[in-house]
Every structure is written in structure tokens, then in C-alpha cells.
């Protein structure tokens, strides 16, 4: 089974062919796939590797780990797989009651007219209407 490792805190402009050459001064079979920013398409500063076993891994960590490259130190780390990393975000299509999503107070803005309390981005236009409101029956009285 492979082992995939984060490298992250690439430069932002670079040649994969210049990373796969370094990899290579470890060992040989080290596959690294950039993750590229959809719209731009540059890099997003990151990417994973894939290494064939245990000790490749822990070679390229150790050599390579704090490494400077393009004028950044790489960071170079173990990746979980998708499936074994806590459920923090929401999986496609799955109807999960949100379990492990951290309970907040949320307010909640409404017009209806039974509300506690106003909407707060309106908040200082309504005290200047009650203002308004309570100068002009005072003058009409």
C-alpha cells in the first residue's frame, strides 16, 4: 500500500520537474501531484506525494523537511486519507445530524414582528426612528 505525504509550502512558482529531481536525490519512485488553484490554475502552495513504503517515507521527511526550495522551506509531513480523518466536513450527499459540528448560538434575522430583538445591522437606524418618533408625539401633544 502507498503512502501519501503532504509537501506543502511550496513557492509559488516553480518546476515540478525541479521538485521531482529532489525527491529523486532520495529515492527513486516518488510520484507528487501539485493541487492548482481551479480558476488560475497556479499553485496553491501544496501538493501530495505518494511513496511505495515506510522507509521512503520517513527518508524523504527526514532529508527533505525544513529543505530550502524556490526560497521556501518545504514542509514536508504524513497525509490521512480522507476516510479516516474526522467527519468535519459535510461528505456529499449524506444526511448526517452534524454530530461532530461545534453547537454555536445563532441569530437568527427575521421581519416578524414577534422577533426579541431587532436585526443588529439596523439596530442604529431604529433607536434614531424611536427618537423620531417619540420627539413628534411629544410636539403633537
Known amino acids: 500500500m502507498s503512502i501519501r505525504l503532504y509537501i506543502g ?3 509559488q512558482s516553480y518546476e515540478v520537474k ?3 529531481a529532489l525527491f529523486a536525490s532520495v529515492s527513486e519512485g516518488i510520484r507528487f501531484k501539485p493541487v492548482m488553484d481551479r480558476e488560475t490554475g497556479a499553485s496553491r502552495g501544496f501538493g501530495f506525494a505518494n511513496v511505495d513504503n515506510d522507509k521512503i517515507a520517513d527518508a524523504l ?3 527533505l523537511n525544513g529543505h530550502e526550495f524556490g526560497g521556501t522551506n518545504l514542509r514536508i509531513e504524513r497525509s490521512e486519507r480522507k476516510d479516516n480523518r474526522d467527519n468535519n466536513r459535510r461528505t456529499s ?3 448526517n445530524s452534524n454530530v461532530n459540528r461545534k453547537t454555536t448560538n445563532k441569530i437568527i434575522h427575521s421581519d ?3 422577533a426579541e430583538a431587532p436585526d443588529p445591522r439596523w439596530a442604529g437606524e431604529l433607536a434614531k426612528l424611536k427618537e423620531l418618533l417619540a420627539s413628534n408625539q411629544n410636539n403633537s401633544v
Open 93 to 95: 450527499g449524506s444526511n
Open 112 to 114: 416578524a414582528p414577534f
Open 61 to 63: 521527511i527526514e532529508k
Open 18 to 20: 525541479q521538485l521531482d
Open 9 to 11: 509550502n511550496l513557492p
